[in-house]
Nanobody, 126 residues
């Protein structure tokens, strides 16, 4: 069982930056690959990025590639999402999610993830 708590959301102007954190409970955090997702009002939850359990592999959606960076600190049971050059269309509730995956595997489908945080709101003003 893994419990996830996101933090770091807020209101930022276009072009600004935010760093989201996702703190995980449990002693097996390093066994889980982590994903970031977001959901804007009236839209489906969408994939933002992925990081493997050993940080070797990262993947991003085309809409955030080059602007967002995922990292993790297994010693602190935390995964991060650094968001730069934010745009109004990045406004959404951001969620982290955990999935038990072997190294070398990748998942971007929301249905595949086992554990989810409660989400943190990010609002980008124009």
């Amino acid at each position: 069982q893994v419990q996830l708590v996101e933090s770091g959301g807020g209101l930022v102007q276009a072009g600004g930056s935010l760093r989201l954190s996702c703190a995980a409970s449990g002693r097996t955090f390093s066994s889980y690959a982590m994903g970031w997702f977001r959901q804007a009002p009236g839209k489906e939850r969408e994939f933002v990025g992925f990081i493997s359990r050993n940080s070797v592999s990262t993947y991003y959606s085309d809409s955030v590639k080059g602007r967002f960076t995922i990292s993790r600190d297994n010693a602190k049971n935390t995964v991060y999402l650094q968001m730069n050059s934010l745009k109004p269309e990045d406004t959404a509730v951001y969620y982290c999610a955990a999935k038990f995956l072997p190294i070398g595997s990748y998942a971007s489908d929301t249905a595949l993830y086992d554990y989810w945080g409660q989400g943190t709101q990010v609002t980008v003003s124009s």
